[in-house]
């Protein structure tokens, strides 16, 4: 077992030159303030894979969550896929966790419309997962005079989807997005996310979008009611300042950076606020 959790820390990301490895360490309390939590909110990428490729460690990681009867929840900002796609990618990586365990912006964003106008009508620029989340909200699609334009990341963006909502938001359609991201990085760089495809039809309606997903403290506590655990016995596992953690802090719930994904150690000093725990990566909660 030694063994293993030598290997394991050993794949482990290196820190960013600059950064002092003593500050890779979790405050008040330790490893153990973590691991004596009763639920787990967990980013994706970045903290569980990279694009295909699973983070050393995740699987001992999922194991010892079953084994010590932990509740957790795989929280992204993604909307592009729907649970049983996400639960399929990660047991094709060798994870195997039923579709309970996810939870995306896309659905969080079906939800909230539901709580604002039950049974409304939605015209769509996005992928199949938000399309479906909001399907099952009870929403119809609609491209004559919806109550709401819905945006999330998309691969058949184009200058005449822009137009017509544009169009519709400034007939009266509210427009929501299912997150504020810019860029998601992909195995082949960086691509433009539904922060970046919003942008013009915000500019061209003069109206600002609501986003649902993190940093809005609105997604978390929807993950919250999902794991039917309080706020105090629940950690938020993430990657990314600007949306895992400040959505962990403005939820009141504590916060765990790990160095695997898009954040390194230098990039921490350089915002307003900071995680209550740094990690290299979710290998090191394992004992």
Same mark, same amino acid.
């Given at each position: 077992?030694?063994?293993?959790?030598?290997?394991?820390?050993?794949?482990?990301?290196?820190?960013?030159?600059?950064?002092?490895?003593?500050?890779?360490?979790?405050?008040?309390?330790?490893?153990?303030?973590?691991?004596?939590?009763?639920?787990?909110?967990?980013?994706?990428?970045?903290?569980?894979?990279?694009?295909?490729?699973?983070?050393?460690?995740?699987? =001992?990681?999922?194991?010892?969550?079953?084994?010590?009867?932990?509740?957790?929840?795989?929280?992204?900002?993604?909307?592009?896929?729907?649970?049983?796609?996400?639960?399929?990618?990660?047991?094709?990586?060798?994870?195997?966790?039923?579709?309970?365990?996810?939870?995306?912006?896309?659905?969080?964003?079906?939800?909230?419309?539901?709580?604002?106008?039950?049974?409304?009508?939605?015209?769509?620029?996005?992928?199949?997962?938000?399309?479906?989340?909001?399907?099952?909200?009870?929403?119809?699609?609609?491209?004559?005079?919806?109550?709401?334009?819905?945006?999330?990341?998309?691969?058949?963006?184009?200058?005449?989807?822009?137009?017509?909502?544009?169009?519709?938001?400034?007939?009266?359609?509210?427009?929501?997005?299912?997150?504020?991201?810019?860029?998601?990085?992909?195995?082949?760089?960086?691509?433009?996310?539904?922060?970046?495809?919003?942008?013009?039809?915000?500019?061209?309606? =003069?109206?600002?979008?609501?986003?649902?997903?993190?940093?809005?403290?609105?997604?978390?506590?929807?993950?919250?009611?999902?794991?039917?655990?309080?706020?105090?016995?629940?950690?938020?596992?993430?990657?990314?300042?600007?949306?895992?953690?400040?959505?962990?802090?403005?939820?009141?719930?504590?916060?765990?950076?790990?160095?695997?994904?898009?954040?390194?150690?230098?990039?921490?000093?350089?915002?307003?606020?900071?995680?209550?725990?740094?990690?290299?990566?979710?290998?090191?909660?394992?004992?």
């Amino acid at each position: 077992m030694a063994e293993q959790g030598k290997n394991r820390k050993s794949r482990a990301a290196a820190p960013s030159p600059g950064f002092k490895t003593k500050d890779i360490v979790p405050a008040a309390g330790g490893l153990e303030a973590i691991r004596k939590k009763r639920a787990f909110i967990c980013d994706m990428d970045g903290v569980i894979y990279h694009g295909n490729t699973l983070i050393p460690g995740v699987e =001992d990681f999922v194991a010892w969550l079953t084994a010590n009867r932990k509740r957790f929840l795989f929280l992204t900002n993604s909307s592009e896929r729907s649970p049983r796609e996400l639960q399929e990618k990660l047991e094709r990586l060798g994870i195997n966790v039923s579709q309970t365990h996810f939870y995306t912006s896309a659905i969080a964003t079906a939800a909230f419309l539901a709580s604002q106008k039950p049974g409304g009508s939605v015209y769509v620029i996005g992928e199949a997962g938000l399309i479906n989340a909001l399907y099952k909200a009870g929403f119809s699609m609609n491209d004559v005079d919806p109550d709401f334009v819905v945006v999330g990341e998309s691969r058949t963006y184009s200058f005449e989807r822009i137009e017509k909502a544009v169009h519709l938001v400034r007939a009266g359609a509210k427009l929501i997005g299912c997150n504020p991201d810019l860029t998601d990085k992909m195995t082949e760089g960086y691509v433009p996310a539904t922060g970046a495809l919003i942008a013009p039809i915000e500019l061209a309606s =003069d109206r600002k979008a609501y986003f649902v997903g993190k940093p809005n403290p609105l997604m978390v506590r929807h993950a919250l009611a999902r794991l039917g655990c309080r706020r105090e016995h629940t950690v938020i596992i993430g990657d990314r300042m600007d949306t895992d953690i400040i959505a962990g802090i403005e939820a009141g719930i504590d916060t765990v950076l790990v160095l695997s994904g898009v954040t390194s150690g230098n990039d921490v000093d350089s915002f307003p606020y900071r995680p209550a725990h740094i990690l290299q990566s979710i290998a090191d909660l394992v004992p």
